[in-house]
């Protein structure tokens, strides 16, 4: 896929090599005999050949996995798309022969939605990386293999304006944005998809025949349910993103500059932490108590509260610390005081003092430095924070992750489960943690329905994580994290079901033990904990685009019961 002079430039220096968007499509088409392809050509050769990689060539064992190392699959062949006549092509090809085609962009989907034993063919978007401004959709474009930092390098270097997308500089476009977006800039300027104005995706018809389709923002669009469900609906439920348009909704004129909005010029970074030998039951619920009390009283927007955003990283005890590290926009009228007043609002009560963040934690890097706040530009903030953290930049690693979403502060049976799960002595996983990140601001600003990303009344969100790499541990630690989990929310049948105290689960972590009656005891199924009141209106979109269930996997939307 390209953009109207796609022609002449397909051989220039694409933005990023290498692996990039996150849960992307899965395709299995068995049963249906379609042979015609349909694309929206833009200057494309549809009979350009696609690279494809073989069991027998040298680099089939680094494009058969992604970033977590438990899933390897072993398909037939691997075929690299560079436009989208070629996309179009390969999933007409294996629907037509009933092979069973998986999507690979960014490679980081926390399950086995793309690299499972069922795959024949990968449709791998590494090449399809491009971020540039379209005049005839009056919006950037970035294809769906672009990973996060060079979305943001381009986007800033060329024009000054940035998408709020999330942290990780490897993360794909494709599963990144389709599932919501969450980041570092959402409470001063919302979820990623809240400044999308298009998308395009190869579906496949009633009739066999997969087609290109641009959906966007505008209400009278016909395809514009088409646009809803990517904005939340997940990776993996409609077809194959191609490429997304970023134009904020406020936006005038024609100008590049004006169409989305600029990240501040510096922000103010802090990084403290504490250690677990000083860290009593009695002051590990005061900070993290005092965490969600101040989220929960700041979940609205339009305050200077919205320029600051947090990560509270709540660590086994085998890791040595437990790590805040806060983002403030620099530039914003008292920034100084906004971040001062937060910092002396979550440590109230402590009565220990903090230290420097010496040790890498989750998916924060070691920033000693920045134990008193200091200035940096937004920019290299960025790549400071994305690239510097050992365990994301490890490709030994093997992982498990579950989500909460809260919408008020942690009530004292939660963090009395967490205490006890994080000072086990029977766990010595440095890696294990729960990491509780900022919410609301300019994200609650947005009805829960005007997107597919209905958590808007959420003020923070939990991530569990936990690394291995010898095969071995795989047991134990996925022992641990369940019963973590699980266990927080027993009384509410081993999830957090949507009620006053928490708010469901986001799909761009999934979960499949969400979908396991062994561990969701509740009455509230996986699709409500990801998609809220929003899942039937996705299940409408997937029985006009996807009929036959093609794009599918593990927790993809269900076709509606006839």
């Not at 390969?90 to 939605?113: I, N």
């Not at 491009?130 to 672009?146: C, H, L, Q, S």
């Not at 799909?507 to 904990?529: A, E, G, I, M, Q």
Request: glycine share 10%; charged share 20%; with cysteine.
């Amino acid at each position: 896929m390209r953009g109207n002079d796609e022609g002449a430039v397909r051989r220039r220096d694409v933005l990023a090599a290498g692996a990039v968007a996150g849960s992307a499509a899965l395709l299995g088409g068995a049963g249906l005999s379609g042979t015609a392809v349909a694309a929206d050509g833009g200057g494309e050769t549809a009979a350009e050949p696609v690279t494809v990689i073989t069991p027998s060539d040298k680099r089939y064992p680094d494009v058969v996995r992604g970033w977590n190392q438990r899933w390897v699959a072993s398909p037939e062949k691997v075929c690299l798309a560079e436009t989208t006549a070629q996309v179009t092509r390969v999933v007409q090809q294996a629907v037509s022969a009933g092979k069973r085609l998986t999507v690979r962009g960014g490679g980081h989907c926390w399950e086995d939605f793309v690299f499972n034993s069922e795959v024949r063919v990968i449709l791998d978007m590494t090449k399809m990386n491009r971020v540039y401004y379209d005049p005839k959709m009056n919006a950037i474009a970035v294809e769906a293999g672009a990973e996060l930092l060079n979305v943001y390098e381009r986007m800033y270097r060329t024009w000054g304006v940035v998408v709020p997308a999330g942290m990780c500089f490897q993360v794909g476009a494709g599963g990144h944005v389709s599932g919501g977006g969450w980041g570092l800039l959402c409470r001063p300027l919302g979820l990623v998809v809240d400044h999308l104005h298009g998308v395009e995706v190869v579906t496949v018809d009633a009739d066999g025949v997969a087609r290109a389709k641009v959906a966007t923002r505008d209400p009278k669009d016909p395809h514009h349910d088409l646009w809803w469900a990517h904005t939340g609906g997940g990776g993996g439920n409609f077809g194959v993103i191609t490429r997304f348009w970023f134009r904020s909704p406020t936006a005038k004129g024609s100008d590049p500059t004006a169409l989305l909005p600029q990240p501040p010029a510096e922000v103010l970074l802090s990084a403290i932490s504490w250690p677990w030998q000083q860290m009593t039951k009695e002051r590990f619920k005061r900070l993290v108590k005092n965490f969600g009390d101040w989220h929960a009283k700041h979940l609205g927007s339009g305050t200077p509260n919205d320029h600051l955003v947090s990560m509270l990283s709540l660590n086994h005890k085998s890791n040595g610390y437990i790590g805040l590290v806060t983002q403030a926009d620099a530039t914003a009228p008292g920034a100084e005081k906004v971040l001062d007043d937060f910092l002396t609002a979550v440590t109230a009560g402590l009565g220990i003092e903090h230290e420097p963040l010496s040790v890498h934690m989750g998916e924060l890097p070691a920033m000693p430095e920045f134990v008193k706040p200091r200035k940096m530009p937004w920019l290299q903030a960025a790549r400071y924070l994305g690239t510097t953290n050992p365990t994301l930049n490890d490709p030994s690693l093997n992982g498990d992750f579950k989500s909460a979403y809260y919408r008020t502060a942690m009530p004292d049976p939660h963090i009395d489960r967490f205490y006890q799960q994080l000072t086990r002595d029977d766990v010595g996983n440095s890696t294990a943690s729960v990491m509780l990140s900022s919410f609301g601001g300019q994200v609650n600003a947005v009805a829960p329905d005007a997107t597919a990303a209905p958590h808007r009344k959420a003020a923070y969100k939990a991530a569990w994580m936990i690394w291995w790499t010898d095969r071995a541990d795989e047991a134990k630690c996925l022992k641990w994290i369940r019963e973590f989990f699980h266990g927080v929310y027993a009384e509410t049948g081993g999830v957090p079901v949507p009620n006053e105290v928490t708010d469901g689960c986001y799909v761009n972590y999934p979960d499949v033990d969400l979908s396991d009656p062994v561990y969701n005891k509740s009455n509230v199924p996986w699709y409500t904990l990801y998609y809220k009141d929003g899942y039937p209106r996705l299940q409408r979109v997937k029985a006009k685009y996807d009929p036959h269930d093609v794009f599918r996997h593990k927790q993809s939307v269900q076709l509606p019961k006839s």
